[in-house]
Nanobody, 116 residues
């Protein structure tokens, strides 16, 4: 059974940083697409960042200049470094991976709270 497990969320003060991690397990498969989404309170899930194939990272408007996505494709791991966090970044962050054989999978989500 393919599973994605996220970690690294928590409470941070405005201006602080967090690094989210997501690791895939249960699948010996190539993962062409790895990314992050988030759901802010009262809002629909939105795109944060992803890496497709061997291309350069793509970022949503809210993530540009503050967040950096990276990955270890061979290990099935994706990361999100978030700097200069703001209260409006508070929400649940989900990793998403598109497996070549198993299709799209989502993590369970990790809570990020930015508050003084």
């Amino acid at each position: 059974q393919v599973q994605l497990v996220e970690s690294g969320g928590g409470l941070v003060q405005p201006g602080g940083s967090l690094r989210l991690s997501c690791a895939a397990s249960g699948a010996d498969d190539d993962i062409p697409v790895m990314g992050w989404y988030r759901q802010l309170p009262g809002k629909e899930r939105e795109f944060v960042a992803n890496i497709i194939g061997g291309g350069t990272p793509n970022y949503g408007v809210s993530a540009k200049d503050r967040f950096t996505i990276s990955r270890d494709r061979a290990k099935g791991e994706v990361f999100l470094q978030m700097n200069n966090l703001k209260p409006e970044d508070t929400g649940v962050y989900y990793c998403q991976m598109l497996f070549r054989t198993y299709g799209s999978k989502w993590g369970q989500g990790t809570q990020v709270t930015v508050s003084a």
